[in-house]
């Protein structure tokens, strides 16, 4: 008798959840934003950042700099191109040792029961951080950020994670670790699963300290019965 689960499929941010590319992403901002724009970016200033798109996150340090509104298309286009050539160059040597404690097993068991997993991330790096990480035998399925209208906080990058592994979004599980990325998967109609402080992940249906406490024991007594 074939006994329909409850839950269809797993959604994973990538920044925070299944790796930690944060320290790179800062470090190419700050980096950038001082040369390029005189803007010295605080890890305050840079949390607005986590979870956002390259141009979203631009506007966010042009608000902070009080530079918003300021500078022509192309310019900030460079910008943007300069920080993303300095990211890439930090991520060249990322490896399995960078995935986030206790990811691996947790995704080598979801795989071995057979459930469908995605990427939904704002990087358009995300190809290759997951081959990187060795992961791209589990996490092939990766929504590309230039595929859907908006990023997060919008739920589009989810909703379209969840169509690529035929996953109803109502049967579907998102994992971040952001408050944007959380607000993104409620608005797709998911359950959330928020990692890190209970505090600012307040609108989480479920939240744990860190990756190493993550089982699927977990997850499925937690998600609701239909």
Known sequence: MNIERPITGF???????????AKYHYQAWKEVAKEQLGITLTPDANERLKGRSRMDSLAEILRFGGLFGQIDQNS???????????????????SAADILPGM????????????????????????????????????????NPGSVARGKPAPDLFEAAAKLINSPVVKTVGFEDATAGIEGIKAAGMFALGIGDPILLDKADLVVGTTAELSLRLIEAQFPAS
């Open 11 to 21: 959604v994973f941010d990538l920044d925070g959840v299944i790796t930690d590319t």
């Open 76 to 94: 900030l286009e460079a910008v943007a191109a300069a920080k993303n050539e300095r990211y890439q160059s930090l991520i060249v040597n990322m």
């Open 104 to 143: 691996d097993v947790f995704l080598s068991s979801a795989q071995q029961a057979g459930y469908p997993m995605a990427v939904a991330s704002a990087s358009y790096n995300a190809p290759f951080i997951v081959k990187q990480l060795g992961l791209d035998n589990i996490l092939g399925n990766i929504v």
